[in-house]
């Protein structure tokens, strides 16, 4: 299990203008933090910080032990790779390929030993999210079907921490519930520390804590 703590973080552009300022946070293992803030706010900046994906970044973002703005880029490819799952606001689907074979894609960069295991899981994850597999190329898709793969697959290798940035907006509101208590119950039973960027008030009702930003501040 691996819990986060935010030190001074701060985020600038090539200006020099603060996008992002977070004094401090605390989120325990298996514990589900909310993001809310008005578009512009900060929320997907926020994610990307703690990514390590966020040009710019200083602080500290640790998870765990793991400080990953200490980190050289490989090693944070690494750490993303191995214990993060990754919700994104435009899927990053592979147009080409199946549902099974974006929930799966991970497995291109994992050892041979570990690709059978994930694609029965990714499958797995799509009968429960009720997505075929394997019938047609995402290209097809619908942006609700879309959302669901990109769910399948940040879920697939059992990360230990899930960040997702507006999970439920192209979903509509019952299966926008299912994927919230998806992703609890992974907290819950699991021990995973989520993190969602979100417009919802349903969604946010739900999580343990929300953070506010305004303007890229705290908002207390």
Not at 97 to 124: C, D, M, Q, V
Not at 128 to 141: N, P, S, Y
Not at 177 to 182: C, G, H, S, W
Not at 184 to 204: F, I, K
């Amino acid at each position: 299990m691996v819990g986060l703590e935010v030190e001074d973080l701060q985020v600038r552009a090539r200006s020099g203008r603060v996008l992002l300022a977070v004094p401090s946070l605390s989120v325990p293992a298996g514990r589900a933090l909310g993001v809310r803030g008005a578009s512009g706010a900060g929320k997907s900046t926020f994610l990307f910080a703690l990514m390590g994906l966020a040009d710019g970044a200083e602080g500290r973002v640790r998870w765990g032990e793991t400080d990953v703005l200490s980190l050289s880029d490989a090693a944070r490819a690494e750490f993303r790779r191995t214990r993060m799952g990754m919700i994104f606001q435009d899927f990053l689907l592979f147009d080409e390929l199946s549902a099974g074979g974006n929930a799966a894609i991970r497995g291109l960069f994992s050892p041979k030993a570990e690709r059978a295991g994930l694609a029965e899981a990714a499958a797995g994850l799509l009968t429960r999210l009720d997505v075929a597999a394997e019938a047609r190329t995402v290209a097809t898709f619908s942006g609700g079907e879309r959302q669901r793969v990109a769910v399948a697959r940040a879920l697939a290798h059992d990360p230990a921490i899930v960040l997702a940035d507006e999970p439920t907006a192209s979903l509509h509101r019952e299966a926008g519930e299912a994927l919230t208590d998806a992703l609890l119950t992974r907290a819950r039973e699991a021990g995973t520390t989520v993190v969602v960027a979100s417009h919802d008030p349903q969604v946010l009702e739900r999580m343990d804590e929300v953070l506010t930003l305004e303007h890229g501040q705290v908002s207390v």
